[in-house]
Nanobody, 121 residues
């Protein structure tokens, strides 16, 4: 059974930084994508950053480009999300997921419980 755990959320002022960490265990497939998502109550979930199977290619949502950076360490079964110059609109619950097919994350992905990020002015 795949287990995904996020950590590192918290409260920060506008312009501040946070680093979210995600580790997973129980993955039996040889390669997989990892991703960071976020959701605000009442809104659609957003794909914040998706890292391909070896982490060499990362796709970011436009609103975080230049501010967020993903680092993936397959040897540690981890993926981090460095968030700089945070804005109030970044406030959300952030989720990490692992997906062996790199598509249809709801169907094939394994998800963590989420970590809350609050950005205030």
């Amino acid at each position: 059974q795949v287990k995904v755990v996020e950590s590192g959320g918290g409260s920060v002022q506008t312009g501040g930084s946070l680093t979210l960490s995600c580790t997973h265990s129980g993955v039996t497939y040889s390669n997989y994508c990892m991703g960071w998502f976020r959701q605000v109550p009442g809104k659609e979930r957003e794909e914040v950053a998706l890292a391909d199977r070896d982490g060499s290619t990362v796709t970011y949502i436009d609103s975080v480009k230049g501010r967020f950076t993903v680092s993936r360490d397959n040897s540690e079964n981890s993926i981090n999300l460095q968030m700089n110059n945070l804005k109030s609109e970044d406030t959300a619950t952030y989720y990490c997921a692992v997906d062996p097919l790199c598509s249809d994350w709801d169907l094939f992905g394994s998800w963590g419980q989420g970590t809350q990020v609050n950005v205030s002015s």
